[in-house]
Nanobody, 127 residues
Framework: QVQLLESGGGLVQAGGSLRLSCAVS????????MAWFRRAPGKDREFVAS????????NYGDSVKGRFTISRDTANNMVYLQMNNLKPEDTAAYSC????????????????????WGQGTQVTVSS
C-alpha cells in the first residue's frame, strides 16, 4: 500500500522560508513522478510544483516560480519543497502526490494524473 506523509508546515512571517517534506512508502520513489499541490480556504486546488521520475525535469506554478524549489531523494524515498520569500497568499494546505504512470522525464502539472495523495500539511504566512 502506497502512503505519502507530509511534514514541515507551520506558521511563518512574510519573507520567511519553510521546507516541506514528503515521505513515500509502499513502493520505490523511483517509480513515481511527484508533485506538490495546495488548497487555500474557499479556493480550488492549485498546482505548485512537479518533478519527473528522473529528477531532471521540473515544472512550477506561475505564482511560485523563482521562490519554490522541488527536489527528490530517491535513495531515502523523500520529496522536498523548499519555499523561500513566502507571501501571505501562499497560505494553504500543501499536499504531495505521486503519479505511477509517468514517463521517465515528464513532470506533469495536471492533478488528474496523480494516483496517490498525502493528507496535507498546513502552511500559514502572516503579514
Amino acid at each position: 500500500q502506497v502512503q505519502l506523509l507530509e511534514s514541515g508546515g507551520g506558521l511563518v512571517q512574510a519573507g520567511g522560508s519553510l521546507r516541506l517534506s514528503c515521505a513515500v512508502s509502499g513502493r520505490p520513489l523511483s517509480t513515481f513522478a511527484m508533485a506538490w499541490f495546495r488548497r487555500a480556504p474557499g479556493k480550488d486546488r492549485e498546482f505548485v510544483a512537479s518533478i519527473s521520475r528522473s529528477g531532471r525535469n521540473t515544472n512550477y506554478g506561475d505564482s511560485v516560480k523563482g521562490r519554490f524549489t522541488i527536489s527528490r531523494d530517491t535513495a531515502n524515498n523523500m520529496v522536498y519543497l523548499q519555499m523561500n520569500n513566502l507571501k501571505p497568499e501562499d497560505t494553504a494546505a500543501y499536499s504531495c502526490a505521486a503519479d505511477r504512470n509517468a514517463h521517465f522525464d515528464y513532470a506533469n502539472p495536471d492533478s488528474a494524473a496523480y494516483h496517490y495523495w498525502g493528507q496535507g500539511t498546513q502552511v500559514t504566512v502572516s503579514s
